[in-house]
């Protein structure tokens, strides 16, 4: 099995980073896919949203068939979901991937692949308003959303979860808790300040939910 | 202001990117740092211990006098504990540092490098007991520790948590609130399966805490 992650330039950093780290940790020590990818439309280091810059292991062109695809977001996929190479490499790749994945805005780039066609699915918190001008996706203001092998998260972080969740799925809960040790994530409960009360934060951030 | 975050062959990746995707928000929304770097012995581009090739943005020798520098962990730690020419860059950029942060086993470089004598800190669960070994540092098994200006924190994904408690620590908690609900950084409190419940997991996660 192998899992990739698409790059492209003005991809946000943790959308994918946070991703790479669980999927390796599931390859590493609970037998997880054997091969993990980052794909870029061309193996030139990309610069990141945030200035990191990367390199890609492999191109559209030179990726195998993949088991599992993760598209993240950030201010790049803008530009991107006008992108014919890179909408069809997703369309390509997906009609063939067990589970396939976004995080944060990259929710678009598979709106724009005719992936959320008749989907439930979500995205960052300060896009919401814009997923939801497409009628054929419902949106749903949850940490993360899946609907049949199409898996959407919420911003940046949330891929963490998401990511988790998807291993727990495939793999169960054993071996999701085992990866789960591996990052040490069990993040603190603390929410600073007020802004998570701010009318335009996602609704599963509400009291009561 | 600036910010520098360590970069070193082996390094793993969320001990960084967690970290400086939380500092981008600081610097993009909430008038952080201007400037963030990711530093190299040289600026070849470096494989992460989960195979991520990173480009950094500056050597040691051309980079500029920090004002916040975060060494990250990972397996590559082990060989840099002997590496001079490394040692001597963090001793001697955390000597004009405001603040001196590191995420998992990145605290086996500070410890090597002098930086904490006398300190409490924390690392890694599967290496509290090796921190423990040097008798001049007094482990706490919390998911972060702080002790004057040097902030210590547990593994891999803890470098979130820490990034944030030192922002609401030097810009306030509400400017903290903002960049959270940037990084929509409000994580599922799931514990999957039981391997949180094993002896060495640690302190912090035992139930009661």
Not at 126 to 151: A, K, Y
Not at 187 to 208: D, Q
Request: aromatic share 10%; charged share 15%; net charge negative.
């Amino acid at each position: 099995m192998n899992f990739g992650f698409l790059l492209f330039p003005d991809v946000e950093e943790l959308d994918f980073a946070g991703p790479w780290e669980i999927v390796a940790m599931w390859s590493k020590h609970c037998n997880g896919p054997q091969q993990r990818l980052l794909i870029g439309q061309t193996v030139n280091p990309l610069q990141c949203a945030n200035g990191m810059l990367v390199t890609p292991h492999c191109s559209f062109a030179d990726c195998p068939p993949l088991d599992y695809l993760l598209i993240p977001g950030g201010q790049g996929t803008r530009k991107e979901v006008n992108n014919r190479a890179l909408l069809g490499f997703v369309r390509q790749q997906a009609a063939n991937c067990r589970q396939v994945l976004s995080v944060c805005t990259g929710a678009f780039i598979l709106q724009a692949a005719g992936l959320l066609a008749n989907k439930q699915a979500t995205t960052y918190w300060g896009s919401l308003d814009r997923l939801r001008q497409f009628p054929d996706v419902t949106v749903i203001e949850e940490r993360f959303v899946r609907d049949g092998n199409i898996w959407t998260s919420a911003g940046v972080s949330a891929g963490i979860d998401l990511t988790l969740a998807l291993i727990a799925d495939q793999a169960g809960e054993e071996i999701a808790g085992k990866v789960q040790l591996g990052a040490e994530y069990y993040p603190l409960a603390v929410r600073y300040g007020i802004a998570h009360l701010a009318p335009e934060a996602p609704a599963y951030l509400r009291p009561g939910k």
